[in-house]
């Protein structure tokens, strides 16, 4: 079952930020995000979400809220702070980065 | 600030566990929604929600984890886990705590002592080099207790020219009158010559010290920080006056604070300078004072003795004075010693002694701890084994451990603190008269640390470590054998077995060896008490007056002596009042000598006699009930004659005079004749533990010098309460600055024994702690070798060995151990520990033999008891209770 390695992780972390980079979301729907967008390939357990999110909110890059669903269900939305939209974009660029570099080690081997 | 900011969410935990459950429980709501959706059957749907989230229980606590306050609930659990299984374990508990507690109090009290007294260094500049200075004549039988230097020697060393001393100096105590605008207080003090404060190497906080060519008649007095800030409230400035024994005298300078000399007790310093006799003075005056020197760099003791010995041997001119305060015998040698060392000369060996007991002690109780320690241990292997069993990773296990024994050292070490505070109290309180370095002995940061770091050491060595490995290995094999046959239990190997018998057998032996020292010393202090001093001590008052400013001369102080005598004399229930030069253990020493005409029986008398000779008045002798052995006291006749009269005591009769002393004529200046009239029991003046000295009794005449302090002894026939206030009121009466010191001379002569009883009373409670502690570490073990051995001891009652032979088996091994023990304290404190004792010892030979027979039986009782119980509660009751496991 075991903690998210650390490259998983931080695609992790990254994947949440990005996710609730427009509107804040509740856990589940972060997670359908997640799956929809990384198209299944990337294989962490729905729960092994939790963690990160308390995580993140802890250092302060999220903020969660109890509010009503559409349904009408209390759940906890949890939002993008400010230092997480510049940790985010920090992030995105840092993955751009390593993307190109591996693109070039990729291109010259 | 950070520990504190992890605190506070943890405060919060409750509402925030809810919101994750509430989270997890709304996402598996929304999947099996949407699993529904999809067409899954409604428990297939609920089933797959799960099996995609996982581990719910698991997440709450990886979120949890997250807070970073699991530590806390783990520490918590650990510690309400601890409470639950010492309260399972009281005995256990109880006795660890005990036997910690007991040992740390005693050391720690033991440290503060032996560092205040021995380790501290003095305050003064390179304390090294400071030493003391004195002479004395081989095979002489000095009169004081003192190492002293003579002003004959002093000067003569100074003008010759010191070679191996930067400088040479002396000093002498003193009890000053202080006169403050509201009281006059008593003021012990040091006079010093000029250069003594400055060779100390002190910087006076404020003023000066006095100038080594300070002219002799100024009247300069240096304080201490203590006075300056208590008797003169801190206001008083440097050059103003104050009233030392009715002469005025300008304050020049304080010292700083921390700084004493000699003793802690003087608060202030006035000039001294030791007589200078005359070239041609044919009986120059001697004195005695204290002689105090710093070593050059680069000369050694021995040879700054050597450079003194030398010039005290040029010196051929006699001196009856030297003869007098140094005795008669061979030529004078200077002996040159360390302060450090000379200050602690008396109480090093003792207290060496004492440490090292204290060490052991300390380590027995360390290994009493372990020894408990280990047995439960063993116990509980199979409590550890389960729980490793059902998953508790090693690191878990360990801090639970490490939690219950950091429980136990922290009761055990804070009671032991609290202990040692008590002892440290009494111990000042008990040796207050005699020892007061003890006074300032604290329990100070260091020792604290030093004595909790050692036992949190030995808690968690003894503790966690064999605990683990009992169950590490086979966590299944340990629970299969536990309950069939509780025998082979990893860590009960032979080796473990072998040391703890030597621990238990060690620990025996330092018991003994304390009980009989304790006992030794008792003994040697009731002898003492039981001494005969010469003078009945029951219901005397002891009065010293002193007038600062008044009654200089000694006349003056006569008939003020006249006059307090004919008051005291008219109160109701006074027998009998007297007075005299000096009086039993006063410390004051009026020493005559005369020439002896060489009597034909007798070669070995010196051609000196010296003796102590007391100046008294009518009332004296009855007021002591000094005990007339032949002739008479002085009457009314001697008036009429001659001829001085004079009362020795059996010693002077014995050394000087022929048998039949009565009757003896004497020359004795002026007038030429005097005759022995009476001959009385010795008085052990300078206290019960000192051979009697030759004493002379002759009535007071004009001529007698008195000290500073005017001396009355008075006799009650019922104890009076309220005569010493009468006495205070009648000594106002005469000065209102008068100041007097009352004191039953019962009170005088307990405290002259106050050190023996001190050392009898230490090391007795020294002795009961180890002679516990041992008992514990027995009971322990044997106690833990019954519930090893429980199944087998069921077995054999159950197959009918009957309780004494079972009681037998396990009693054996428990005396075994003692039995070595005993021989090896025994024998220890007969070789090292007596010889050692043998100098304080009073009445008691160093091998006693009632001493090396009843410490022995004590110890081997209480060790028979201690065996006796755990065997007894064994075997009460039907043996299959025995089989009857867990």
């Known amino acids: 079952m075991g903690k998210p390695t650390g490259l998983v992780q931080g695609t992790l972390d990254l994947l949440v930020l990005r996710t609730i980079e427009h509107e804040p979301k509740h856990g589940w729907a972060i997670a359908k995000r997640i799956q929809q967008v990384s198209n299944e390939v990337l294989k962490v357990q729905q729960g092994s979400l939790y963690p990160a999110l308390y995580r993140l909110e802890k250092e302060g890059l999220i903020a969660g809220r109890w509010a009503a669903t559409d349904t009408g269900r209390e759940a906890k939305f949890y939002a993008l702070t400010r230092t997480g939209r510049a940790q985010l974009k920090r992030e995105v660029e840092a993955w751009t980065r390593l993307s190109v570099a591996i693109d070039l080690v990729i291109r010259e081997a | 600030m950070a520990p504190l900011l992890r605190v506070v969410p943890w405060l919060r935990r409750r509402r925030a566990e809810q919101e994750i459950r509430r989270e997890l429980e709304l996402h598996l709501a929304l999947e099996t929604r949407q699993n529904l959706e999809r067409g899954m059957p409604p428990g297939e749907a609920a089933r797959a929600a799960h099996a995609a989230l996982g581990n719910v229980p698991l997440i709450a606590e990886d979120a949890r984890a997250v807070w970073g306050w699991t530590w806390l609930d783990a520490l918590a659990q650990d510690i309400r886990l601890a409470l639950r299984l010492t309260g399972r374990a009281p005995g256990f508990t109880v006795l660890c705590v005990f036997v910690l507690a007991f040992g740390i109090g005693t050391s720690t009290t033991l440290y503060a002592v032996i560092y205040e007294v021995l380790i501290r260094p003095l305050p003064y500049l390179e304390p090294a080099g400071v030493v003391r200075v004195s002479e004395e004549r081989p095979g002489a039988a000095a009169p004081t207790r003192h190492a002293l230097l003579s002003n004959l020697t002093f000067h003569a060393w100074r003008d010759a020219g010191v070679e191996t001393l930067t400088a040479l100096a002396g000093y002498e105590r003193r009890e000053h009158a202080v006169t403050l605008p509201d009281e006059t207080l008593r003021a012990a003090g040091a006079g010093v010559t000029p250069g003594l404060l400055s060779m100390l190497g002190v910087t006076p906080a404020r003023g000066r010290l006095f100038a080594p060519d300070e002219p002799a008649d100024t009247a300069g007095v240096v304080v201490s920080d203590a006075f300056w ?81 030398t010039v005290a041997q040029r010196l051929t001119r006699s001196a009856l004075g030297r003869d007098l305060l140094f005795g008669v015998g061979g030529p004078p040698v200077v002996r040159v010693r360390t302060m450090a060392a000379e200050s602690t000369a008396d109480v090093r060996p003792a207290l060496l ?6 060490a052991l002690l300390f380590l027995a109780s360390c290994a009493n701890v372990a020894a408990l320690m280990v047995g439960r241990n063993l116990k509980r292997a199979r409590e550890l084994a389960i729980r490793s069993s059902l998953g508790a990773g090693r690191r878990r296990l360990i801090r639970q451990l490490a939690t219950e024994q950091l429980l136990l050292a922290a009761t055990g070490g804070g009671l032991g603190l609290a202990l040692g505070w008590g002892f440290l109290r009494a111990v000042s309180a008990l040796s207050a008269g005699y020892f007061p370095a ?37 966590p299944s094999r340990q629970l299969r054998t536990e309950t069939s046959a509780g025998v082979a239990l990893p860590g009960a190997t032979a080796d473990n077995r072998r040391l703890r018998d030597l621990l238990l057998a060690l620990q025996a032996a330092l018991a003994v060896a304390l009980l009989v020292i304790a006992v030794l010393l008792a003994r040697s202090f009731v002898r003492l008490t039981a001494v005969d001093p010469g003078y009945s001590p029951e219901n005397v008052l002891t009065i010293g007056i002193r007038v600062p400013g008044g009654f200089e001369a000694s006349d003056e102080r006569k008939r003020l002596m006249q006059a307090t005598l004919a008051r005291l004399r008219a109160l109701p229930g006074v027998t009998a009042a007297g007075g005299s030069n000096m009086m039993p253990l006063d410390g004051r020493a009026f020493q005559a000598g005369f020439p002896v005409r060489p009597l034909p029986d007798e070669q070995r008398r010196p051609a000196v006699a010296t003796t102590l000779r007391y100046a008294v008045t009518p009332g004296y ?83 007698d010098r008195l000290g500073t302090d005017v001396l009355v002894v008075v006799r009650t026939a019922q104890p009076s309460e309220v005569l010493p206030g009468l006495v205070a009121d009648h000594v106002r009466d005469l000065s209102p600055y008068a100041t007097a010191e009352i004191m039953p001379l019962a009170d005088r002569l307990s405290l002259s024994v106050a050190r023996p009883r001190f050392a009898a009373v230490a090391l007795g409670a020294f002795a009961v702690v180890s002679v516990l ?67 304080i010892l009073f009445g008691v030979a160093p091998l006693d033999p009632v001493t090396f027979v009843a410490a022995p039986a004590l110890l081997a009782v209480t060790a028979l008891a201690a065996c006796l119980l755990p065997g007894l509660r064994a075997t009460a009751g039907e043996p299959v209770r025995l089989l009857r496991c867990e």
Not at chain 2, 264 to 279: I, K, N, S
Not at chain 2, 631 to 644: K, Q, T
């Open chain 2, 229 to 309: 800030r208590g008797a003169l409230g801190a206001r008083t400035a440097v050059g103003s006056t104050l009233l030392v024994d009715g002469r005025f005298h300008t304050i020049i300078g304080v010292t700083p604070p921390g700084f004493f000399f000699p003793d802690r007790d003087v608060l202030l310093w006035t000039r001294f300078e030791p007589p200078r006799a005359a070239p041609d003075d044919g009986n120059p005056r001697v004195t005695a004072f204290f002689g105090l020197g710093r070593l050059r760099a680069g000369a050694s003791a021995q040879s700054a003795a050597a450079e003194g010995t």
């Open chain 2, 621 to 703: 002798a009855e007021a002591l009930r000094l005990r007339l052995r032949a002739g008479r006291l002085f009457d009314e006749r001697d008036a009429a004659r001659d001829v001085l009269p004079i009362v020795v005591n059996r010693e002077f009769a014995r050394r000087y005079l022929p048998p039949g002393a009565v009757g003896t004529r004497l020359m004795w200046g002026e007038p030429a004749e005097a005759e022995i009239v009476g001959v009385v029991d010795d008085v052990l003046k300078d206290g019960n533990d000192r051979q009697p000295q030759p004493e002379m009794y002759v009535p007071m005449a004009p001529r």
């Open chain 2, 438 to 474: 003890v006074r300032y002995a604290r329990i100070d940061a260091g020792a604290m640390w030093l004595t909790l770091g050692l036992v949190l050491i030995t808690v968690l060595a003894c503790g966690v470590a064999p605990a683990l490995r009992a169950a590490r290995a086979h």
């Open chain 2, 353 to 358: 002694v004492l440490s090292l007991g204290v």
């Open chain 2, 773 to 839: 502690l041992a008992t514990a570490g027995l009971y322990g073990t044997v106690s833990f070798a019954v519930a090893r051995r429980r199944y087998e001891l069921g077995v054999r009652s159950a197959l009918g060995a009957s309780r004494g032979a079972v009681i037998r088996l396990v009693v054996r091994d428990g005396l075994r151990v003692t039995g070595v023990g005993l021989v090896l304290g025994v024998a220890a404190s007969a070789l090292v520990a007596t010889p050692l004792l043998g100098g």
